[in-house]
């Protein structure tokens, strides 16, 4: 069956060759409000992480609500996500690897240099961290310059599997995709834990900071 999305939301299929079901999905404004209660949430959750993460603050009135806006909007992240797959798993955005990854590489790797070259200099001009060579290249390594923009690496690292991912969606049958869906998911725990462990959080430098803010205010 052949599955599209027309331009009013609704769904259609027709007869198709091949066993597989492809799916593609039109521009649709569905999408853009979920952009944008994701972008809200992504903007609760880190003025509530903000708090919730200063051990200062742990056992507040102020922590509590912190906690519980920032566990209640912790799916602004894994929406972004899947909103993107929704759009680029498109098959016929993959009629040539190289052309998608130059198309989105060309984008995202500017912004991606600029901003961390940006945030190293905030760091160590700001924090006053001792910011040398290693510590960039692990940084890097780890993709986390800085606190926020682990996103564009993840979003690096989706643009460089998708391709594979889409072709997936249409060669293999559906028993397949289940079976590499649950090696997926039993393998993003082990991954995630050891990227966890390896991240850091808050700088001391910046936790000190925001506590003498507080007081100041």
Not at 25 to 44: G, K, M, P, Q, Y
């Amino acid at each position: 069956m052949l599955i599209t999305e027309t331009p009013i939301g609704r769904i259609s299929a027709t007869p198709a060759e091949n066993s597989f079901t492809s799916v593609q999905v039109e521009h649709s404004c569905r999408f853009d409000v979920l952009r944008v209660v994701a972008c809200l949430a992504v903007i609760l959750l880190h003025l509530a992480a903000t708090i919730v993460r200063d051990h200062e603050f742990v056992g507040t009135l102020h922590w509590h609500v912190s906690n519980a806006i920032n566990a209640a909007t912790s799916w602004c992240v894994p929406m972004f996500v899947m909103l993107s797959g929704a759009l680029l798993l498109n098959p016929s955005k993959h009629k040539s690897f190289r052309d998608f990854w130059a198309k989105r590489m060309n984008r995202l790797l500017p912004a991606l240099i600029a901003w961390s070259a940006i945030y190293f200099v905030w760091r160590t001009l700001y924090w006053h961290e001792q910011v040398s060579l290693s510590v960039i290249a692990h940084d890097v390594s780890v993709g986390q310059p800085y606190i926020h923009l682990y996103f564009l690496f993840l979003i690096a690292g989706l643009y460089l599997v998708t391709p594979f991912l889409a072709k997936a969606v249409t060669v293999f049958s559906q028993a397949q995709l289940r079976n590499l869906t649950l090696v997926i998911a039993g393998l993003a725990p082990v991954q995630w834990s050891r990227f966890n462990s390896r991240r850091r959080y808050i700088l001391p430098q910046q936790s000190r900071r925001r506590r003498r803010l507080c007081r100041s205010l």
